[in-house]
């Protein structure tokens, strides 16, 4: 075959040459920074540009947080067992109270180890688990205050309900802002040409973060 579109008709032949795939050819060949490894390109066999780094340094507050948290909720547990059983029971009868307890306080550490993973491997979507668990928690057992009547268990389990929304909208602000810094750095150094977008939970976080005022 002859190499090149544009190539003499009255050249010579030279068969077992593969069209190179460098600019000005439309082959599919491997040329100069369109081969594996590198980065770049995204044909098949090609590995796809990294991803976008959303860990922002106030996460590690954020992850703390969630940690003594949980872990204060473990210890209470632990030392006012009693206490504990009376409020279940109080829901749910004296039946079911301690199996209840021990299936919470089960679900609360593994929510303690993902935001602990998060922390460590400095990946917020880790964080998505326990401030998601928890809010449906306490938005359960605001539904059992109404039907149980009781009132000042509402208004705590509803206080507690907004803070782990307030922080989930936090988190996804942080992580909007990392994203927009990561971009703009990879933007500095040269055309990315990745497309990267912010999803609207992180476009209203970002704005919200944006609007609390600063010293």
């Known amino acids: 075959m002859t190499v090149g579109a544009g190539a003499d008709p009255g050249a010579t032949p030279v068969t077992g040459v593969e069209p190179a795939g460098g600019p000005g050819n439309g082959g599919p060949g491997i040329g ?54 009376d409020e279940i029971e109080g829901y749910f009868g004296s039946g079911p109270a301690s199996a209840v307890l021990i299936a919470v306080k089960a679900i609360e550490l593994a929510l303690v180890a993902s935001a602990a993973v998060g922390v460590v491997l400095r990946r917020d979507m880790l964080f998505v688990p326990p401030m998601a668990g928890w809010m449906a928690g306490f938005a359960m057992f605001a539904v059992l205050d109404v039907f149980t009547a009781r009132w000042d268990g509402l208004i705590e389990h509803l206080l507690y309900l907004a803070a782990f929304v307030v922080l989930l909208f936090l988190s996804y602000g942080l992580s909007a802002k990392a994203q927009l810094a990561k971009a703009a750095k990879d933007d500095g150094d040269g055309p990315s040409g990745d497309g990267r977008r912010l999803t609207r939970t992180q476009e209203f976080a970002l704005q919200a973060i944006n609007r609390i005022p600063r010293p």
């Open 32 to 85: 100069p920074g369109n081969g594996p490894g590198n980065g770049q390109g995204g044909g098949p066999g090609m590995r796809p540009a990294s991803g976008v780094a959303t860990w922002h340094r106030f996460h590690y507050a954020v992850g703390v947080f969630l940690i003594a948290y949980g872990m204060t909720g473990l210890v209470s547990a632990v030392l006012l067992w009693g206490d504990r059983q």
